[in-house]
């Protein structure tokens, strides 16, 4: 058995039913090794998100095998699908997806009140993940009084929160400024770094993948390459610039 | 595109908004033509009916459907409306001029409105007939005399005057919709992002504090004071209500959020959160249909007491079938000849007791003037033989030798005559020393009826000869159905002062039932509609929040957790303002009792029981729509990933 977290063979995935089908994913294979820091790259349509979902277990592959943590999960029932999903993964996305009814301290310990944690540890939990991504400050204040960096790292603490053995980002840095990214991907890495997280994240963006150790690029529903980090962040990035150029010249 | 064809392709997309807001309009003009058909009847405006006062009845009852259409549709529309702003300002933005889109607006709610009122004026007239047929059961009138016609061209005229003027309202509000804002404000309508409402502890504090002054000036209301204070105590409990609505569920919310243990489990948080946020804009609504709720279950409430108050006064005055004065001697085998003739309702008891007619001259007190009216002495033995020959229950008297006892009839009070001495020709003067409820022979008591110790009855009669009369009294099997056998006993007994449950109950039973029909109904209307109110909007948002129970359930919320936080939320909706309505009711229905004497602990339990069965059972529905609207899908994702 390997020592991968996320192992995907053959999976692929087919949309629609007679007529018009769709292949969002066609015999993907890939690993993701306990610690790493794994971006997804590819152009649109090419099947990331679909990836994620299959991984995350909120979509299942027409065909194929994935196994988290040695678990082939889509042969549990429901409720310890969503055991799995509250306390092994988290989740990051693109539009935040904080509940605007609840403070920021309140939308970092909801999965936390949701497993039924007790008081004093979803306390030290929340705070704990509040810290790690330096809200604190803003812990009292609700989404709409924060600006788009400050909820997305609202967001990313939510999902560090319990603690998951694997972190699922999708677009994260999609609505935020240069400067915000920046400051929440050096989060996202410090993480990996620091803690041990195993983060697989989706991006359009080169700058945002320069962050990760290793890059995975999609092309019509399989891995068409990937490109290793050498530990220089902008080597990294040309060499992500590369790979893109080669793709849309496959594309082509 | 015309604004017409604008409206009409709007329409179609928002079907299951506009399905809703016609129904809403139908089930008030229905309601409305029934309440018109019935004032408006000839058959109801003449004869018996007018003298029960039916049309004033339902002409009272359809201007409190009106004023009730009014603000329901009112509601309905800017509810709507508000939804629609982003897409008039969406319109207004591609360059439609503004008049177009404001006629547009104009032009869909005018259709639906009018697409509802007409389906209600259609129901209401395939329905009248049935509900005039059952207003004039009450009233004893025959089915062969009543509804005349099929269509009453009339009540159709005065629906569509009343809805055409409400709609008209309403659609003028929908039309200035969109020159009230500016674009930005349409266009920016639907990512204006919900706000938490303030909350005041100290202003929650004040509602609360003025409420019970309100209720506090109710319950000390006396039969002279109550109609001064009526409308201080509705303006209070108006105020007071929403003050609460305004101030105290904010506030509630944000103290059980502000225990971080309790907020921080399970459900809570969500449905907590969702709450504390919504609150602030279901105040109106939670108000309204407070004070409607309110208003429809005293209104059931004193129906129903009128009711069990006739009732109780014909067990306590009424304990024969048949009471009447002897004149001649013959009365009782003619009485007895014309049962036995009928043969259906053969005599089970009979009893007689002497009433002595005597001029009195009373004093309440010391110091009090003197007042002299004729009073009817009965006693003791013989009342105490009457009651007993005619089964009916009461505290046996016991009056001594110098004291005298009131038959109490339902509006007397004992603490106004006790005490009090009656002087009476043949008695050294006697003191009134208790009271007993309940007519010796029966029939509703012209004057004041003292029971007096058997001595000095005799001496009375002996001082006042020319006052004794024997009163008689039969009592005969099922007797609330001898109608005509009572009509053969009347006939039997010119000038006999004859009392019958026929003659003199049935009258009042019938205006009871009339009342409590009105009440009941306006009341079961009334329900409907707030319930309808609470359901759509409690329905809407829950559709409005599905994305937000997708997302997580994707971050791993089990199905259950988030049926119990759609749930509570639906709970907490149909709590407060069913908490707010049964209180107000109660200390409503209690000061009624006080003031009038009156026993209300049935028919406010009655009441009561009736609404928070009636909400239980929305609940269930709205609930459980609720959570097909928030969850629906998480349910067929589950089962297939399961």
Known sequence: MSSALVRARGLSKVYGARGVKYEALRGLDLDVERGEFVGVMGPSGAGKTTLLNIIATIDRPSAGEILVAGTDLFSCPERELARFRRERLGFVFQDFNLLDTLTAYENVALPLALAGLPGDELDAKARAAAARLSISEIADKFPWELSGGQRQRVSAARAIAPGPALLLADEPTGNLDSRAAAGLLSSFSSLNVDEGTTILMVTHDALAASYCTRVVFILDGSVYAEVRSGGDRRAFFDSLMEALKAMEGGVR | ?642
């Not at chain 2, 039969?474 to 053969?488: C, G, I, P």
């Open chain 2, 1 to 642: 595109m015309t604004a017409v064809r604008l409206a009409a392709r709007s329409a179609s997309r928002r079907s299951g908004d506009y399905t809703a807001h016609a129904a809403a309009v139908a089930l008030n003009a229905f309601v409305y033509y029934l309440f018109a058909s019935v004032k408006l009847d000839p058959v109801v405006n003449e004869g018996v009916m007018t003298k029960l006062g039916m049309p004033k009845a339902f002409a009272a009852a359809s201007v409190i459907v009106a004023v009730f259409a009014g603000v329901f549709l009112w509601f309905s529309s800017a509810y709507f409306m508000k939804r629609r702003k982003r897409e008039a300002g969406l319109y207004a933005l591609f360059g439609a001029p503004r008049p177009a889109v404001a006629f547009g607006l104009f032009a869909e709610t005018a259709a639906m409105g009018l697409a509802g009122a007409f389906l209600g004026v259609a129901c209401g007239v395939l329905f009248s007939r049935l509900f005039l047929m059952a207003a004039f059961r009450l009233v004893g009138v025959a089915a062969a005399a009543g509804p005349s016609g099929f269509v009453n061209l009339a009540a159709v005229g005065e629906t569509v005057a009343v809805f055409a003027a409400l709609l008209g309202i309403a659609s003028v509000g929908a039309f200035l919709v969109v020159y009230r804002y500016r674009l930005s404000e349409l266009f920016g309508a639907a990512r204006e992002a919900e706000r938490m409402p303030r909350s005041s502890p100290v202003l929650a504090a004040a509602s609360a504090a003025l409420l019970a002054a309100g209720y506090w000036i109710a319950l000390t209301s006396t039969m002279r004071t109550v109609g001064s204070r009526f409308f201080l105590v509705s303006a209070i409990t108006t105020v007071a209500t929403y003050g609460l609505a305004r101030f105290l569920a904010p506030a509630a919310a944000r103290a059980l959020r502000a225990d971080r243990r309790f907020f921080m489990r399970s459900w809570r948080p969500i449905a907590i959160g969702n709450l504390a946020f919504r609150i602030g804009n279901n105040v109106r609504v939670f108000f309204a249909i407070a004070m409607v709720g309110t208003v429809s279950m005293v209104a059931i409430g004193t129906g129903l007491n009128v009711k069990y108050d006739t009732l109780r006064r014909v067990e306590s005055e009424f304990p024969f079938s048949f009471a009447f004065d002897e004149l001649d001697g013959t009365e009782l085998a003619r009485a007895t000849a014309a049962v036995e003739a009928d043969g259906r309702h053969p005599v089970i008891a009979s009893a007689s007791a002497r009433y002595l007619s005597v001029e009195a001259t009373i004093a309440a007190g010391k110091g009090e003037a003197e007042t002299s009216s004729t009073v009817e002495l009965v006693s003791v033995s013989e009342y105490v033989a009457a009651r007993l020959a005619s089964g009916s229950s009461f505290d046996r008297p016991e009056p001594r030798e110098g004291e005298a006892m009131v038959v109490l009839t339902r509006t007397d009070r004992l603490a106004e005559a006790m005490g009090a001495r009656v002087s009476i020709a043949g008695t050294s003067g006697l003191v009134v020393a208790g009271a007993v409820r309940g007519s010796p022979i029966g029939g509703w008591a012209e004057r004041a009826v003292l029971l007096l110790s058997d001595a000095d009855f005799e001496r009375a009669v002996e001082a006042n000869p020319g006052g004794l009369k024997v009163r008689r009294g039969l009592k005969v099997a099922d007797d609330r159905n001898a109608r005509e056998l009572s009509a053969a006993v009347a006939d039997a007994l010119p000038g006999a002062r004859l009392s019958s449950f026929e003659a003199d109950v049935r009258p009042l039973l019938r205006s009871d039932d009339l009342f409590l029909f009105i009440g009941v109904f306006i009341g079961v209307v009334f329900l409907a509609s707030t319930g309808s109110v609470i359901h759509f909007k409690h329905v809407m948002e829950a559709s409005d929040d599905a994305a937000r129970f997708r997302f997580l359930s994707t971050i791993g919320a089990e199905r259950a957790v988030l049926e119990k936080a759609v749930r509570a939320q639906a709970f907490v909706v149909y709590l407060v303002p069913l908490a707010l309505c049964v209180s107000h009711s109660v200390v409503a229905l209690s000061t009624m009792g006080r003031v009038f004497q009156s026993d209300f602990t049935r028919p406010i339990a009655l009441t009561v029981a009736a609404y928070c069965a009636a909400y239980s059972a929305l609940f269930l529905i709205t609930s459980r729509a609720a959570v097909n609207a928030a969850l629906g899908r998480i349910a067929a994702k589950a089962e297939a990933a399961g």
